[in-house]
């Protein structure tokens, strides 16, 4: 697979996953002799929801929820085809969503 770079985008709600997540895949990759640039963390998403406690009166009174996205980039230039079978057989948690581009 010469002169190819594979882009991989994780992300999650939970910080300590994703981060487990990356340092597993640095490994992998490492461990088979590709070059890896990052984990880099990308911004993390922000979602707030405004709910009203009282369902008829008391406008002011709310309740707020947030949720996190956090997000990790991370390059394996150069990949061997050893690499490759080895990232497709990592097992990485339910809590992570993984996003890869061969480019």
Known sequence: MGN???RIRLKAFDYRLIDQSAAEIVDTAKRTGAIVKGPVPLPTRIQRFDILRSPHVNKTSRDQFEIRTHQRLM???DPTDK???ALMKLD???GVDVEIKLQ
Request: charged share 25%; net charge negative; hydrophobic share 50%.
């Open 4 to 6: 190819q770079k594979i």
């Open 75 to 77: 390059d394996i230039v």
């Open 83 to 85: 690499t490759v079978d």
């Open 92 to 94: 990485l948690p339910a």
